[in-house]
């Protein structure tokens, strides 16, 4: 299995924050946001390669906290792929960046775990490679416990048995709080499917939307995340996060 991390974003609404730095790479309660999806993803066993993408503004600053995170946890192999843009402008969007490292690095001959670099976790996400084990697609999960703070994500259903019956992005008038987050594992035939979404010339950011097209081709199961999950989209919300997460490291 691999694991692909997506930092390829320039977080124009973090600035002045984040004009010189990446967003995944900005501290939360001590250490980088990447670092809090890491390290919860550490755990999972036969991990083959980490792959994190990012842009040409930022490449050079993931490999230099690659090279010093790998000293903490030697058992990863990293490898920093560069997708050539430059600013906000001419990003390849989320779907198009794990296209390019899945054609780019022949990562359809084995399983996948894709992850937003800021995403932040309170627990080990262990537990998710173990469910995913012989399902095509997982999306993971969580309950923001607000009809109003779920139109700026996603609505989604499914049946008792977890598998997606409908799947929205920021829905109007969402009926349920549970929403889908930037965690999915794919199988290895269908990390296949990456390459046949973008030639139909489908929307290539947010990767939520591989998920709506794929889950009426192919059965996408769902997995609730433990402990406290958290989204930063702004200064506010990062402030925010800093508070939760340093009661967690306490």
Same mark, same amino acid.
């Given at each position: 299995?691999?694991?692909?991390?997506?930092?390829?974003?320039?977080?124009?609404?973090?600035?002045?924050?984040?004009?010189?730095?990446?967003?995944?790479?900005?501290?939360?309660?001590?250490?980088?946001?990447?670092?809090?999806?890491? *390290?919860?993803?550490?755990?999972?066993? *036969?991990?083959?390669?980490?792959?994190?993408?990012?842009?040409?503004? +930022?490449?050079?600053?993931?490999?230099?906290?690659? *090279?010093?995170?790998?000293?903490?946890?030697?058992?990863?192999? +990293?490898?920093?792929?560069?997708?050539?843009?430059?600013?906000?402008?001419?990003?390849?969007? @989320?779907?198009?960046?794990?296209?390019?490292?899945? =054609?780019?690095?022949?990562?359809?001959?084995?399983?996948?775990? $894709?992850?937003?670099?800021?995403?932040?976790?309170?627990?080990?996400?262990? *537990?998710?490679?173990?469910?995913?084990?012989?399902? @095509?697609?997982?999306?993971?999960?969580?309950?923001?416990?607000?009809?109003?703070?779920?139109?700026?994500?996603?609505?989604?259903? =499914?049946?008792?048995?977890?598998?997606?019956?409908?799947?929205?992005?920021?829905?109007?008038?969402?009926?349920?709080?549970?929403?889908?987050?930037?965690?999915?594992?794919?199988?290895?035939?269908?990390?296949?499917? /990456?390459?046949?979404?973008?030639?139909?010339?489908?929307?290539?950011?947010?990767?939520?939307? +591989?998920?709506?097209?794929?889950?009426?081709?192919?059965?996408?199961?769902?997995?609730?995340?433990?402990?406290?999950? +958290?989204?930063?989209? =702004?200064?506010?919300?990062?402030?925010?996060?800093?508070?939760? /997460?340093?009661?967690? $490291?306490?």
């Amino acid at each position: 299995m691999n694991i692909l991390i997506l930092a390829a974003g320039y977080a124009t609404r973090l600035y002045p924050l984040t004009l010189n730095k990446a967003k995944p790479l900005l501290d939360v309660a001590g250490k980088p946001m990447i670092e809090w999806v890491l *390290d919860n993803l550490a755990p999972i066993p *036969d991990i083959e390669s980490v792959y994190v993408v990012t842009n040409n503004k +930022f490449a050079a600053d993931f490999q230099a906290w690659a *090279d010093d995170y790998v000293k903490r946890q030697p058992k990863l192999h +990293f490898k920093i792929i560069n997708d050539g843009s430059t600013n906000d402008q001419d990003k390849l969007g @989320a779907i198009g960046d794990i296209n390019l490292v899945v =054609s780019r690095e022949n990562l359809a001959a084995s399983d996948l775990v $894709v992850v937003a670099g800021d995403n932040l976790f309170s627990q080990s996400l262990e *537990d998710f490679a173990t469910y995913c084990k012989g399902k @095509a697609a997982v999306l993971a999960t969580y309950d923001v416990k607000d009809l109003e703070a779920i139109k700026k994500y996603n609505a989604i259903e =499914s049946t008792p048995e977890g598998v997606i019956t409908h799947f929205e992005e920021k829905p109007a008038q969402p009926k349920s709080t549970r929403t889908g987050i930037a965690l999915y594992y794919y199988s290895k035939e269908t990390v296949a499917k /990456f390459a046949p979404y973008i030639a139909e010339g489908n929307n290539p950011d947010q990767p939520g939307r +591989f998920v709506q097209w794929l889950y009426t081709r192919t059965p996408v199961h769902t997995w609730d995340v433990p402990g406290t999950w +958290f989204d930063i989209g =702004s200064k506010e919300t990062l402030e925010e996060a800093n508070e939760i /997460f340093a009661k967690l $490291v306490k």
